[in-house]
């Protein structure tokens, strides 16, 4: 095993449990609650079967999540997936994880964060449909720009928001299942042919996404080997439960069929009438809110995937995207690079098309992660791990098969665009070598001057 960093030795262990469940609850938590529901009973085709997607998207993200966290416990790096893959595969593989987070899972998230953003606005403003594109780019920059002048914006908003998004969950799941009286299972989507469990869960996932932030932190646990797995354990487990009241609550206010046409809509219309008009609208404020902050947490963070990578010089254009504003120390290059790559993959115009390419691409990641784990069980049996993940090899061998149950149904379902987002990945190995070999010549040419 690696030694750490000097910059890993300086980190302090004083994380405990509470914080450690709430930044799980509070990175996974966003848009894809509201956004979701939709879809997930259009690709299952009934009711049932749509609650069923949730609860399996749940295990597999349980089971990926307890597995992720003895790489952390184990390799207690700066970094997190970067870290991992770089220590278990080597310097490509981790390079490939980094340019794919640059190019597709970074932008692609944004992206739909920003359509889900303008879908939203646009009925609540009672403003033409024309005007969704224009808005969704406009949002994008403007939290960039807010990022761009210091973390500390950036930070409050996301403190803010991390509050405000729990009330519309809270309203919507408290007021429906006590007020609502429809029928919950059994209900068809009303479409004909739907797409299949592959696709609702892969649709789920995007709501479920963001738990591997806790093993980020697990270097600044108190004990990971303890907190950790509780940590991933209750915060998902207050994610489980609240997605399946919102989606149970919805179905007792509208038919499956009427949240499957309104899509995005659904949970707004769903509070509505709940709440009446103003408190329908004051709920979607809520909604909205929470969107904005997730929008500004995956902004705020995929840039510095990039910013690393060009200070390294391992990207192309590396002088530019390593760019720092002199007054407010943020990443300027890699944040205007960002804005630009999300705009582009915005032009394919649907958010949920956007999601699951970025879900499958970083799905192929997790896989790699998960195999890590009997990887170094194998090669350092003796080796001290803080934290091993429980009734191994059962869990994890669960999170590869769910990693390869969604990978090959997306590939079966929506092949174009998963092979679009393979092209792009593997234009990263030429671009590796080439960037290696320039790296070489400059090192060579230093020690001949």
């Given at each position: 095993?690696e030694?750490e960093?000097?910059a ?7 994380l ?12 996974v938590?966003g ?29 597999i ?20 997936m ?26 692609a ?14 009925p ?15 949002a ?11 973390a500390r ?7 803010v ?35 299949g469990?592959?696709a ?40 489980i439960?609240?997605y ?86 943020t ?12 705009v ?6 649907d ?19 998960f ?33 390869l149950?969604?990978?090959g149904?997306?590939?079966l ?12 990945t ?9 960037m ?14």
């Amino acid at each position: 095993m690696e030694k750490e960093s000097q910059a890993d030795k300086l980190l302090k262990r004083e994380l405990g449990l509470i914080p450690a469940m709430a930044l799980v609850v509070g990175m996974v938590i966003g848009s894809g609650i509201f956004m979701k529901p939709g879809k997930v009973l259009l690709a299952a085709g009934d009711s049932t079967l749509g609650l069923a997607a949730w609860v399996i998207g749940g295990i597999i993200t349980v089971t990926a999540g307890l597995t992720i966290a003895e790489l952390g416990a184990q390799i207690p790096r700066t970094g997190g997936m970067y870290a991992y893959l770089d220590e278990v595969y080597g310097k490509f593989w981790a390079y490939l994880f980094g340019w794919v987070q640059t190019l597709i899972y970074g932008p692609a998230t944004i992206g739909a964060l920003g359509l889900y953003f303008s879908a939203l606005l646009i009925p609540f403003l009672n403003i033409p449909t024309s005007y969704k594109m224009p808005l969704a780019i406009l949002a994008v920059a403007f939290i960039s720009g807010i990022n761009c002048l210091g973390a500390r914006c950036g930070g409050m908003i996301q403190s803010v928001a991390t509050i405000a998004k729990l009330i519309p969950i809270a309203c919507i799941a408290v007021f429906g299942l006590w007020q609502g009286n429809g029928q919950i299972l059994n209900m068809s989507s009303g479409v004909s042919e739907s797409a299949g469990m592959g696709a609702a869960i892969l649709a789920t996932l995007w709501a479920y996404d963001g738990w591997i932030a806790a093993g980020f932190v697990a270097g600044e646990m108190k004990n990971p080997a303890k907190l950790l797995p509780r940590a991933i354990i209750l915060g998902l487990g207050i994610v489980i439960v609240a997605y399946l009241s919102v989606n149970v609550a919805v179905l007792h206010v509208l038919p499956a069929a009427e949240i499957a046409a309104l899509g995005p809509l659904a949970s707004g219309a769903a509070a509505g009438i709940l709440f009446g008009d103003i408190g329908g609208k004051l709920i979607s404020i809520g909604i909205l809110v929470s969107i904005f902050g997730a929008l500004n947490g995956y902004i705020m963070t995929n840039a510095r995937v990039p910013y690393a990578m060009a200070v390294a010089g391992q990207l192309p254009g590396s002088r530019f995207l390593a760019k720092v504003h002199k007054e407010y120390g943020t990443p300027v290059g890699a944040t205007l690079f960002q804005v630009c790559m999300a705009v582009l993959l915005m032009t394919l115009g649907d958010p949920d098309r956007l999601t699951d390419i970025a879900m499958f691409m970083i799905q192929i990641f997790y896989l790699l992660a998960f195999v890590a784990v009997f990887l170094l069980r194998k090669r350092q049996p003796a080796a001290e791990r803080p934290y091993k993940v429980p009734l191994y090899p059962v869990v994890p061998a669960v999170a590869i098969l769910g990693g390869l149950y969604i990978i090959g149904s997306t590939l079966l379902n929506n092949p174009q665009d998963t092979l679009y987002a393979l092209s792009l990945t593997l234009l990263g190995v030429p671009v590796y070598w080439l960037m290696l070999r320039q790296k070489k010549g400059a090192c060579g040419a230093k020690k001949s001057a």
